[in-house]
Nanobody, 123 residues
């Protein structure tokens, strides 16, 4: 299984970026797909999830600014990030799991991880 994240970069505050996670070896429609991020010196934290049912959830810090979606035909998951803030600066990772609804979404529970992509927001 491989999860390949891409789309990171440098953007000014208030700008937008679109991250993609290309999956191979699994179908994004059969897994719950998650974006995490890790800022320098901080723990990895949950950002957004799209379950196999297409139900989405977000961290409070990104609600209304970020949108997670998936494309079954391309087997990809996308994170559209708008109105970016300096505090969004981090390495972003995509992950996959098959936990039941309501289970805690934490780093230890993920089945698969991709390499991260750096997002830097300048103020």
């Amino acid at each position: 299984v491989q999860l390949q994240a891409s789309g990171g970069g440098l953007v000014q505050a208030g700008g937008s970026l679109r991250l993609s996670c290309a999956a191979s070896g699994i179908s994004v429609g059969n897994y719950n797909m998650v974006w995490f991020r890790q800022a320098q010196g901080k723990a990895r934290e949950f950002v957004a999830q799209i379950r196999w049912t297409r139900t989405t959830s977000y961290a409070d810090s990104v609600k209304g600014r970020f949108t997670i979606s998936r494309d079954g035909a391309k087997n990809t998951v996308t994170l559209q990030m708008n109105n970016l803030k300096s505090e969004d600066t981090a390495v972003y990772y995509c992950a996959a799991h098959r936990l039941i609804s309501g289970a805690a979404i934490n780093v230890e529970a993920m089945n698969y991880w991709g390499a991260g992509t750096q997002v830097t927001v300048s103020s």
